[in-house]
Structure formats: structure tokens, C-alpha cells
């Protein structure tokens, strides 16, 4: 496995590939993307990962500055799951100039976790643009826990006549249901303990629409109360079609419900798609 920090030595270098399979990351790397890399070694023979912690989709209070940095054992754990290049850029690698030409992601940015993160989504769509003209893949591999990056950035690549297949790997969870994310370990150990009820709580929102319940806005008003007396600081829960990502039509049998939420000063998602 080869570490490349720079964008000329990555043209060079994958230049005689064919078949490049691609899985975009920003390090502190967990079984979840291990599992995307497997997806990826399954599709091309030439696996690339690239860790690169994008302030663009940073807000100014958020945690870029803390969020963990894991590159030796990120390499070590990438090797064993095989893959091939391990793309490192600096910011200024990236970003040598300031970024005025940005992507605009559709209006579905705005809502869910762009309500919360306004910008966030516009500075996913730009890094994963300049990321995907660099490495210039074939597949593309993306965690289905983060549902709206994945959604955005299919549609984007639709968007923008992108030559690149779109693959999605499913939610890895730790044995106590809670989904897998660099940012579990900001939790301290009560916050630990109760993490997992938000994965809990989605899954009661599954049981109550194959239950047979329709009134979506008062199930969430409910299950954001619930969490709240928990001492969960509630960004949204929100039961939305899986196709769109909009509100469910009346006949909507695909659907998806997601849910962010704080505890203490960690922002959890997740999100399970289901079907009427
Ligand atoms: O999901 C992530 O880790 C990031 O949002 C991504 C897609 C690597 C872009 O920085």
C-alpha cells in the first residue's frame, strides 16, 4: 500500500489504472469503512482511499479542530483490509487558493442536517467534486449511515454527468445497536451508555408505521419529547421517503426515518430505511 500526499504524485501513480474504485473518507477509520473498502476491492482492482479532514464543511463552531486524527493506525488498519493507495492531501494541497467556486447541492441540503449545518452539505458536494477529479474513479463507495451525503452526492454525480458509479455500504453498529462514527468517541462513558436509545428510538418509529400509523409529524413530535426528558438535545426525527428524501406521499411504501441529536457535546445521526 502506497501513502500519497500530493495531487501530481497521485495523477502519476494511478495513470496505468484501469479500474480505480474510490472510498472517500476523513480518517479515525472503524469497521464501517473498512467494510466500504471491501465493497470497493470487490469492484476495481485498484482500491483508493483518501483521508482528509475538509474545513469547508466545517461550521465555525464545530469540531473541526478536535475531530480525530488517527493516520498511523488508519494506514495499518487500511494495509490489512487491502487497500491499495492511501490518498493524505494537506489543506493547502487541497485548497492552495480560497475556494470561491463552490457546488451547490439541491435544495433537500437545506433540510434534515442542513437546517442544523447550514453549508455543510455545499462543502461535502465541493471536496467529493475535487476528490473524484483527482482520483478519477469508476465506483465510488459511501456509508448509508450518513443517508443524506449519500443522497446529495448521488445526485449530484446525476447532476453533473458524472462517469461514476455510486455504491452504498450499510450501517455498521456496535452489539448494543449504536451506529458506528469517528465521533463516538467523544462520549463519555454515561453518554456511552445512552447513545445507543437513539437507535432505539428510530426503531419504535419503524414499528409504529408498520403498525399501521400514518400521523408521521405527531410520532416524531413524540419520539424528539421522549429523547429530550432524556436529556438528549434533539436536531430533528424526521420520517421521509427513501426516493426523495421529501416528505412521504400519502402511498409512499420506501421510507427512510432519520434522526440527529446531542448528547452533552457529541452530535449523533442515524437514520433506517423501511418499507409499508
Ligand atoms: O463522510 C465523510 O467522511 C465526509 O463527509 C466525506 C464524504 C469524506 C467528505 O469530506
Excluded at 500519497?4 to 494511478?14: D, F, M, N, V
Aim: with cysteine; aromatic share 6%.
Amino acid at each position: 500500500m502506497e501513502v500519497i500526499g500530493t495531487i501530481e504524485a497521485l495523477r502519476q501513480r494511478l495513470a496505468r489504472e484501469r479500474a480505480i474504485a474510490f472510498v472517500p473518507t476523513m480518517g479515525n477509520l472503524h469497521a464501517g469503512h473498512l467494510q466500504l473498502v471491501e465493497i470497493a476491492r470487490q469492484r476495481a482492482s485498484c482500491v483508493v482511499v483518501s483521508i482528509f479532514v475538509n474545513p469547508l464543511q466545517f461550521g465555525a463552531n464545530e469540531d473541526l479542530a478536535s475531530y480525530p486524527r488517527t493516520l498511523e493506525q488508519d494506514c495499518v488498519n487500511l494495509e490489512a483490509a487491502g487497500a491499495d493507495i492511501v490518498f493524505t492531501p494537506s489543506v493547502s494541497e487541497m485548497y492552495p487558493v480560497p475556494q470561491h467556486v463552490l457546488v451547490e447541492p439541491s435544495p433537500i441540503a437545506n433540510a434534515l442536517c442542513g437546517a442544523a449545518r447550514p453549508g455543510h452539505f455545499r462543502g461535502v458536494a465541493t471536496v467529493v467534486l475535487k476528490l473524484f477529479n483527482m482520483v478519477q474513479p469508476q465506483v465510488a463507495i459511501f456509508g448509508k449511515k450518513d443517508f443524506q451525503q449519500l443522497f446529495i452526492l448521488r445526485d449530484m454525480v446525476q447532476q453533473l454527468n458524472l462517469p461514476i458509479a455510486i455504491l452504498a455500504g450499510e450501517t455498521v453498529r456496535e452489539t448494543d445497536g449504536l451506529a458506528m462514527s469517528s465521533r463516538n468517541s467523544y462520549l463519555k462513558p454515561a453518554e456511552r451508555m445512552e447513545a445507543p436509545r437513539l437507535y432505539r428510538a428510530l426503531l419504535q418509529v419503524v414499528q409504529a408505521a408498520k403498525g399501521g400509523r400514518r400521523d408521521f409529524d405527531a410520532i416524531e413530535a413524540q419520539t424528539a419529547q421522549y429523547l429530550t426528558q432524556l436529556g438528549w438535545i434533539v436536531d430533528y426525527i424526521s420520517v421521509r421517503s427513501a426516493t426523495t428524501l421529501l416528505r412521504p406521499a400519502p402511498d409512499e411504501q420506501s421510507l427512510v426515518v432519520l434522526g440527529a441529536a446531542r448528547l452533552g457535546k457529541t452530535r449523533l445521526i442515524d437514520n433506517i430505511e423501511f418499507a409499508l
